[in-house]
């Protein structure tokens, strides 16, 4: 067990108390906390420019992308499948409008038809690729994943064996299509940049795997 992207003077995480140590970081800091693949990461209290991102896709998702039925939520954590001590809590998710009556502070990630991270400038490669593998464990459908550093966003689907087998990447200004059953393409020209406010040229950029 390890503590990543941040600081702890308290009792030593281990198997068992994960959830009491998490909750006690948040209270203490203010700092999100999440349990990834059985090890605590603390994120950084976000930047404007990543609030930013944030507040610009939420936007486009509630605007005309929702289907009946599904809402868009901030601070709202998935649970790994048997497994209530280990979760995340995304930058926003689609879930369905139940939720919102629901006593449960984890969603069922089979519930969650899009999870969004947007990348902290100080996040290390390391802990993106545990958490995408983390939400291909657990089955997320779709994962979209946005980074302000180098102005690009990836979007993972089709959860199989532990891994995402499509991944669909291109540049802010390029058109994100979004999976089913959300509609319609997000526009990302307007997204903030970590730093260099410039956007990079040039065409689409995609892959399959």
Same mark, same amino acid.
Do not use: C
């Given at each position: 067990?390890?503590?990543?992207?941040?600081?702890?003077?308290?009792?030593?995480?281990?198997?068992?108390?994960?959830?009491?140590?998490?909750?006690?970081?948040?209270?203490?800091?203010?700092?999100?906390?999440?349990?990834?693949?059985?090890?605590?990461?603390?994120?950084?209290?976000?930047?404007?420019?990543?609030?930013?991102?944030?507040?610009?896709?939420?936007?486009?998702?509630?605007? +005309?992308?929702?289907?009946?039925? &599904?809402? $868009?939520?901030?601070? !709202? #954590?998935?649970?790994?499948?048997? *497994?209530?001590? @280990?979760?995340?809590?995304?930058?926003?998710?689609?879930?369905?409008?139940?939720?919102?009556?629901?006593?449960?502070?984890?969603? +069922?990630?089979?519930?969650?038809? &899009?999870? $969004?991270?947007?990348? !902290? #400038?100080?996040?290390?490669?390391? *802990?993106?690729? @545990?958490?995408?593998?983390?939400?291909?464990?657990?089955?997320?459908?779709?994962?979209?994943?946005?980074?302000?550093?180098?102005?690009?966003?990836?979007?993972?689907?089709?959860?199989?064996?532990?891994?995402?087998?499509?991944?669909?990447?291109?540049?802010?200004?390029?058109?994100?299509?979004?999976?089913?059953?959300?509609?319609?393409?997000?526009?990302?020209?307007?997204?903030?940049?970590?730093?260099?406010?410039?956007?990079?040229?040039?065409?689409?950029?995609?892959?399959?795997?």
């Amino acid at each position: 067990m390890s503590v990543s992207s941040g600081t702890w003077n308290g009792p030593p995480p281990r198997p068992g108390n994960l959830r009491q140590i998490a909750e006690k970081i948040e209270e203490a800091t203010g700092l999100r906390v999440q349990i990834v693949g059985g090890k605590l990461v603390m994120s950084p209290t976000p930047r404007g420019k990543h609030a930013g991102v944030v507040k610009r896709l939420r936007r486009q998702l509630e605007g +005309a992308s929702l289907p009946d039925g &599904l809402d $868009v939520y901030e601070v !709202s #954590s998935i649970a790994l499948p048997d *497994d209530p001590d @280990d979760y995340v809590t995304p930058d926003l998710v689609v879930l369905p409008l139940e939720w919102e009556e629901d006593d449960d502070w984890l969603a +069922a990630p089979e519930d969650a038809a &899009l999870a $969004v991270e947007v990348i !902290s #400038s100080s996040e290390k490669s390391r *802990d993106i690729r @545990d958490k995408a593998d983390w939400y291909a464990v657990a089955r997320v459908p779709a994962l979209l994943v946005i980074d302000p550093r180098k102005a690009t966003w990836a979007l993972h689907t089709r959860p199989d064996n532990g891994a995402y087998r499509d991944v669909l990447t291109g540049k802010f200004g390029e058109s994100l299509p979004l999976p089913e059953p959300l509609r319609g393409d997000v526009a990302t020209g307007d997204f903030p940049v970590y730093g260099d406010p410039q956007r990079p040229s040039g065409g689409f950029t995609g892959n399959s795997q």
